[in-house]
């Protein structure tokens, strides 16, 4: 299947939404990106973890979420659409030549997956009015493009100009005992394309969120941020409230 998101969870009001960009390392048959399999399961073509910790989240009353039903190498959910990386062309030091596109391609897959995605989330945030958002994301302990460089934090929290979700999620991670990233591995005022759009703009309390990769790998690690992620923010609801 080729659809461009898919959606978990019982519609409610007042509920908490999660938002996942990159849940997805699905591409369709029309498109050949030109880069070998292996890369299929890396996380330059998917946010390891995410889809599974979504889907355990909404087994609970009163969560639901949308999650990208392509990879990210296809289009990048989490980036404006006059983006030249909404269609990467390259991802930690690999090239993906099926994305040298035409602009005409370019718009063909923006129209197919880009622009029902976003319409479906803001329909999502119109009709549930939600309490809080969740940006779920994952990221990779190392990258190959860097390798020298550590990212040893457990969770990061990301945020833009609204920051008071945020700032509650740090306080109550840190007291789960998490090595907890402000606005690490890297800033949400400077890639939080999805949230501006959707959350920011409008007035919609969210907050971002980084998991790393090796510790959400397996259900164990799963389960136990899908609980741990559900009670922060049940706290986070409360304190807003």
């Known amino acids: 299947m080729n659809s461009p998101f898919n959606i978990f969870g019982v519609p409610r009001e007042n509920s908490v939404l999660i938002v996942a960009d990159h849940a997805s390392n699905h591409v369709p048959e029309d498109i050949d990106l030109q880069i070998s399999a292996e890369f299929l399961d890396d996380h330059i073509a998917v946010d390891i973890g995410t889809a599974a910790i979504a889907e355990m989240m ?4 009163g969560y639901m979420s949308i999650l990208a039903g392509i990879s990210r190498l296809v289009t990048d959910f989490n980036r404006y ?3 030249a990386s909404v269609i990467p062309e390259h991802s930690d030091a690999i090239e993906i030549l099926g994305n040298k596109v035409t602009a005409q391609a370019r718009q063909d897959r923006l129209d197919a997956y880009y622009h029902p995605y976003h319409d479906r989330v803001k329909q999502l945030i119109a009709d549930l009015s939600p309490q809080l958002i969740l940006s ?3 990221f990779s302990p190392q990258l190959r493009s860097n390798p020298e460089i550590a990212r040893p ?6 945020y833009n100009e609204y920051d008071i979700a945020s700032r509650f999620a740090i306080r109550f991670l840190e007291e789960e005992g998490l090595i907890v990233g402000d606005q690490l591995p890297y800033s949400g005022k400077d890639l939080n394309a999805t949230m501006n759009r959707q959350a920011e703009a409008i007035g919609q309390p969210y907050f971002g969120i980084e998991i790393r990769q090796d ?3 397996d259900e164990t690690g799963q389960r136990r941020f899908s609980a741990l992620l559900q009670r922060t923010c049940d706290k986070i609801r ?4």
């Open 153 to 158: 934090w457990d969770i990061g929290v990301l």
């Open 215 to 217: 510790l959400i790998s």
């Open 136 to 138: 779920l994301h994952s």
């Open 58 to 61: 909404t087994e609970n009353i």
């Open 81 to 83: 659409p006059e983006d």
């Open 238 to 241: 409360t304190a807003l409230a």
